[in-house]
């Protein structure tokens, strides 16, 4: 992998991370009304985790892979263009 | 807590898996050829993910605590949030494709026309079979 995508997996982590602390107002009007504020905050910031890092792991699998085909699929268009033109030269 | 964590990662693990199959069920009739069917199984691991995280960070971000609390209407923040990453998602699979195949999938036109088919599919075919067997 890449500089590039690296740095855009790890903004996406960091993201999971900070979405955690926006949970805690909603979680704090649930309080209000009798339900555990800690609950829910602690509910909210587990998915988020659990989502970011279960993303940042499927993503850097399918760039890789998605990576490997482009470069497959590059060289295979170039040859075809290039057995194109030979057969145009000999005719 | 590792019960809910299971959950969790079940739930992402069952909508990869429905929207990867509906997805590649709608390619065949656009016989893309197995190049085109691995691109396509890639780019809904990268996509499908990004999507349901997206999703969920909008909803727990605007609408965590319910109708009385949240900031906008439940059901249009849902629809919203659902069209406008619909949207994207039609968009980036459309150029990753373009980008993996090198044309020998098809042309950008067709697979333009198979991106917006299997995003449509995947995204109504879990309503329509709770509607069908509901409706038993």
Do not use: Q
């Not at chain 1, 991370?17 to 504020?37: D, E, R």
């Not at chain 2, 197995?34 to 199984?41: C, E, K, S, T, V």
């Amino acid at each position: 992998m890449n500089r590039r995508t690296i740095t855009a997996l790890r903004a996406l982590a960091s993201v999971s991370l900070a979405l955690a602390i926006p949970i805690a107002t909603p979680a704090a009007a649930m309080a209000n009304v009798g339900i555990p504020s800690g609950y829910i905050v602690g509910r909210g910031a587990l998915h988020v985790l659990v989502a970011g890092v279960f993303t940042v792991l499927t993503s850097a699998i399918a760039i890789r892979g998605l990576r490997r085909m482009e470069r497959t699929n590059a060289a295979l268009a170039a040859s075809a263009t290039a057995s194109a033109e030979d057969d145009s030269n000999a005719v | 807590m590792l019960y809910e964590v299971g959950l969790f990662l079940g739930l992402f693990c069952i909508a990869l898996v429905s929207t990867l199959f509906f997805e590649l069920v709608v390619a065949v009739p656009f016989s893309m050829g197995m190049r085109g069917l691995g691109a396509i199984a890639l780019v809904n691991l990268l996509m499908n993910p990004l999507y349901s995280f997206a999703f969920l960070a909008v909803i727990y971000t605007f609408g965590l605590g319910g109708e009385p609390f949240s900031i906008f209407d439940w059901r249009w923040l849902v629809g919203l949030t659902t069209v406008v990453l619909e949207i994207v998602v039609v968009v980036a699979e459309w150029r990753l494709l373009v980008w993996a195949t090198h044309g020998t999938a098809g042309s950008s036109r067709k697979l333009l026309a198979f991106s917006v088919l299997a995003n449509v599919v995947s995204a109504s075919a879990p309503f329509a079979i709770v509607w069908v067997v509901y409706s038993l």
